[in-house]
């Protein structure tokens, strides 16, 4: 059989073109993990819901919508982002403290002891440093 015409060409299928293009090691086609639109694939709506609820909370949406739901005065922002730093770096000096690299203050008083939460991580502190106290003497 002759495979040769019109001057060394060689003689390709009707869906040579097809199969050249398709890429059958794709199943699907590679997206934006940032792309904000949801894919319904085969009709599965169960599924475009769930990742779409998934990158929802990645984003925090929930707390956004939240936030701006009302106005809030720029007093009032300053407070909560303050109050929030607060928070932060009082939540790495504790855990700097159980790490061992830093010592936690002394505190006078019963004041500080008011809450139940206060009163176990006040007792929790003083336990490591009593653990640590005890390791110290034995070595």
């Known amino acids: 059989m002759n495979n040769r015409f019109k001057g060394n060409e060689v003689k390709k299928g009707f869906q040579y073109d097809r199969k050249k293009k398709f890429d059958h090691k794709k199943k699907y086609e590679e ?3 940032y792309d904000p639109s949801i894919y319904v694939r085969n009709g599965n709506v169960d599924q475009a819901i769930r990742t ?3 990158k929802l909370l990645k984003d925090n949406f929930q ?3 939240a936030k701006r739901e009302y106005y809030e005065k720029p007093t009032a ?3 909560r982002q303050k109050a929030q730093g607060i928070k932060k770096h009082e939540k790495t000096f504790r855990e700097k ?3 061992g690299e830093a010592l936690p203050p002394v505190r006078g008083g019963q004041k500080h002891l008011k809450g139940k939460r206060s009163l176990n991580k006040y007792r929790a502190t003083k336990r490591l440093l009593q653990n640590r106290e005890w390791a110290s003497r034995k070595a």
């Open 97 to 99: 403290i159980m790490r």
């Open 52 to 54: 779409l609820k998934k």
């Open 77 to 79: 922002k300053r407070k």
């Open 31 to 33: 997206r934006d993990p």
């Open 63 to 65: 707390k956004e919508l």
